[in-house]
T-cell receptor
Framework: AQSVTQLGSHVSVSEGALVLLRCNYS??????LFWYVQYPNQGLQLLLK??????LVKGINGFEAEFKKSETSFHLTKPSAHMSDAAEYFC?????????????????FGKGTLLTVNP | GAVVSQHPSRVICKSGTSVKIECRSL??????MFWYRQFPKKSLMLMAT?????????EQGVEKDKFLINHASLTLSTLTVTSAHPEDSSFYIC???????????FGPGTRLTVL
């Protein structure tokens, strides 16, 4: 079974500072990896995804993540934090969902990291 | 594109009643839909996976008679919480995916409160 570990349940940065959210995964097959953001009482929005192409993945809102196989990591970064970046961030790994007629993938999520941005 | 809606966004019900939550893919055909449950300040827990026209596949520990899932069309899946109790209070989120694609598109969630 695949799993995801997000180091740090809460990260606090100053506005304009570097954002670094850590994610490590375990997988017996080449993984697909995702970062999602969730604002209070809302669903999840995809920030970026790695699907075995370029190891440095650029996403929306200035975020990017680098897939490092040797470290089994997929850390999320942003050079300069904005107040609007304050939210919960989830790292996820996908595996085939199976089931009849299904060729889709189900996601296993990390426990999430709450990012707060201080003025 | 790839918009998923959920209805209702919030529901409050009395203990013992049943509640139905709808999940719709508005601009694409979703061969697979997923239902998640999220407790306060917790991660998402996958409850079940449903493929259009097939029975849902439930994750270990999820009561299939308690949480009835129907995926009757390529754009609609429903989750019915039967005989709801206060411990069923939670945030329920659905997602939808197209066949062969590994990306899921998430709905905005439904806040269920059982009194």
């Amino acid at each position: 079974a695949q799993s995801v570990t997000q180091l740090g349940s809460h990260v606090s940065v100053s506005e304009g500072a570097l954002v670094l959210l850590r994610c490590n995964y375990s997988s017996s097959v080449p993984p697909y990896l995702f970062w999602y953001v969730q604002y209070p009482n809302q669903g999840l929005q995809l920030l970026l995804k790695y699907t075995s192409a370029a190891t440095l993945v650029k996403g929306i809102n200035g975020f990017e993540a680098e897939f490092k196989k040797s470290e089994t990591s997929f850390h999320l970064t942003k050079p300069s934090a904005h107040m609007s970046d304050a939210a919960e961030y989830f790292c996820a790994v996908s595996e085939p969902a199976g089931g009849s007629g299904g060729s889709n993938y189900k996601l296993t999520f990390g426990k999430g990291t709450l990012l707060t941005v201080n003025p | 594109g790839a918009v998923v809606s959920q209805h209702p966004s919030r529901v409050i019900c009395k203990s013992g009643t049943s509640v139905k939550i709808e999940c719709r893919s508005l601009d694409f055909q979703a061969t697979t839909m997923f239902w998640y449950r999220q407790f306060p300040k917790k991660s998402l827990m996958l409850m079940a996976t449903s493929n259009e026209g097939s029975k849902a596949t439930y994750e270990q520990g999820v009561e299939k008679d308690k949480f009835l899932i129907n995926h009757a069309s390529l754009t609609l899946s429903t989750l019915t919480v039967t005989s709801a109790h206060p411990e069923d209070s939670s945030f329920y989120i659905c997602s939808a995916a197209r066949k062969g694609y590994n990306e899921q598109f998430f709905g905005p969630g439904t806040r269920l409160t059982v009194l």
